[in-house]
């Protein structure tokens, strides 16, 4: 297991996203799943009629943290993008194991399927940074 991935899995599927349209930042708080075989590849739902689906139609560069594990790890990132996924509910179903998530989506087949790819972050921890860059 890699140290992105170990980051990722201590974010318990959490992360905030930050949005921008119109100069106005929007920041919220969403559960995600990470692909095994491409691991800067994250799936998110949103419902269709919501501002986060709104800001991203305009502009889909977004900023993303992981939530904070007791040792204050997380994943950062301002070079991502957030863009509807060309795969289906069906393709990443089994990607989503933590049953918070599903308590809060309990049809996310029928929202509209995310595909986050971040592009390079920062692994931050109170004991030092670490940067890693992806190839897609």
């Given at each position: ?118 592009h390079s972050a920062r692994l931050a921890a109170y004991a030092g940074n670490e940067v890693f860059?992806?190839e897609d």
């Amino acid at each position: 297991m890699t140290l992105f991935e170990e980051y990722a899995l201590a974010a318990k599927g959490l992360l905030y996203v930050a949005t921008e349209k119109d100069g106005q930042p929007s920041l919220r708080i969403m559960g995600f799943a990470m692909d095994p075989n491409q691991h800067n590849h994250w799936y998110l739902v949103s419902q269709p009629d919501t501002g986060k689906m709104a800001d991203l139609k305009v502009n889909d560069r977004v900023a993303v943290m992981t939530v904070m594990n007791e040792n204050g790890a997380r994943i950062e990132s301002n070079q991502a993008t957030l863009r509807p996924s060309t795969k289906n509910w069906a393709d990443v179903k089994d990607y989503f194991t933590n049953p918070v998530f599903h308590r809060n989506h309990p049809h996310p087949e029928e929202e509209v399927l995310l595909e986050l790819t971040i592009h390079s972050a920062r692994l931050a921890a109170y004991a030092g940074n670490e940067v890693f860059t992806f190839e897609d």
